[in-house]
């Protein structure tokens, strides 16, 4: 049977250009292909929509190495 890890995901934890200036695109493509590299896949996510465009949380999923 497999085995699952999970691993909350945050878009506070991609850097940001400054106080004034909030994450863009390629910044947050860059953090979850990394997530995808160590082999996380997102499972769900939400946007928080009355913050900025690009802030979200979700969830990842990996299989369990034995």
Do not use: C
Not at 3 to 17: A, N, Q, R
Not at 36 to 56: A, K, M, S, T, Y
């Amino acid at each position: 049977m497999k085995k699952w890890e999970y691993k909350i995901v945050d878009s506070s934890d991609i850097p940001s250009g400054g106080i004034f200036k909030g994450r863009d695109r390629s910044e947050v493509d860059k953090y979850l292909n990394s997530l995808g590299e160590e082999g996380w896949e997102i499972v769900n996510i939400d946007f928080r929509e009355l913050e900025r465009r690009f802030d979200f949380t979700g969830v990842a999923k990996r299989e369990k190495s034995l």
